[in-house]
């Protein structure tokens, strides 16, 4: 895990530093937290460089805190104290079965959260990871959506929606352009894209240009920031739906052309290829329902084994 942060220590740490000070050895935290004594030594030593001081002695017979390390254990001990809260706000509900499911902030923004009602229901509680790395799901995450052509290997995968692709901007920078929306007319104005710019290639290919990315146009690392700059005008984005459904919905942006094109990749819902819990089964059909999937289809992926 890469620890970011520039002013929080690394808060995965924690525990088991306050563990270790607890009971005086790095063998004892390991056997306590069900890890290596390895890990262990691994973790205190990350919390160490974080903070540039020495937080144990080492000692033949298990460790002992520094005065630096009785000073930080006091406000590890505060901090450890206030999230083991058992407040509401904190604690999922008793009554409801935690699904892990890992996704893009894009998605999550632009088409998940508005649908978290109906996802959650009274049954279940949904704990949302934003991250853009493959999910791994040896590390406790249950389902994944993430973007590309598939198949994968040792997972199964399957597309959430069909996206027609077409460019979209902002009412004021399409007054702009006038009658002139050509693909040559478009290169005028600055082209924002995400990571991939494959999807603004294939739509320009059409008119024989050839695309190039330029000074003036600006990349995103995720969609979501796409359409946020398209709607405040910064140039001309490739509409995706469905996430781009509210924004033109709402007329925040709007279609400069009426020639749309099939996009080279799309999200996919992916679990792993064993068997599912009944909560993970019932989330992955809640979520391919609200994608538009046919009842068939939805049963057919949360079987527990591939048809042969």
Not at 32 to 47: E, M
Not at 89 to 113: E, G, H, I, M
Request: contains cysteine.
């Amino acid at each position: 895990m890469v620890h970011s942060s520039q002013t929080l220590p690394p808060l995965d740490t924690l525990e088991t530093f306050s563990r270790a000070a607890r009971l005086g050895s790095f063998s004892a935290a390991a056997e306590q937290g069900g890890v290596t004594h390895g890990a262990v030594s691994r973790q205190i030593s990350r919390l160490e460089r974080w903070l540039g001081v020495r937080l144990f002695a080492r000692q033949a017979r298990g460790v002992s805190l520094t005065p630096e390390g009785m000073r930080f254990f006091a406000r590890t001990q505060e901090a450890l104290a206030l999230l083991s809260d058992t407040d509401e706000r904190w604690v999922p509900r008793r009554n409801k079965t935690t699904v892990r499911l890992s996704l893009t902030p894009s998605v999550a923004s632009l088409w998940l959260f508005s649908r978290l009602p109906k996802l959650e229901r009274d049954d279940i509680h949904l704990d949302l990871v934003l991250e853009h790395r493959l999910a791994d799901f040896s590390e406790g995450t249950d389902l994944a959506i993430r973007c590309g052509k598939g198949p994968w290997a040792g997972v199964r995968a399957m597309a959430l929606w069909h996206e027609k692709s077409f460019p979209i901007a902002a009412p004021s920078l399409m007054e702009r352009l006038g009658q002139d929306r050509d693909a040559q007319s478009l290169l005028k104005m600055p082209i924002l894209h995400d990571s991939n710019i494959e999807g603004w290639r294939r739509w320009l290919a059409v008119d024989d240009v050839e695309y190039l990315p330029r000074g003036q146009d600006r990349r995103f690392e995720d969609y979501n920031l796409v359409i946020d700059a398209c709607v405040q005008g910064v140039g001309i984005a490739l509409a995706r739906p469905p996430l781009s459904d509210a924004a033109l919905a709402c007329g925040s942006l709007v279609p400069i052309s009426d020639r749309s094109l099939d996009y080279h990749v799309s999200f996919h819902l992916i679990r792993p290829d064993g068997a599912l819990s009944g909560p993970t089964v019932e989330l992955t059909r809640r979520l391919l329902r609200e994608a538009g999937h046919a009842e068939a289809a939805i049963t057919a992926f949360t079987a527990p084994a591939r048809a042969r």
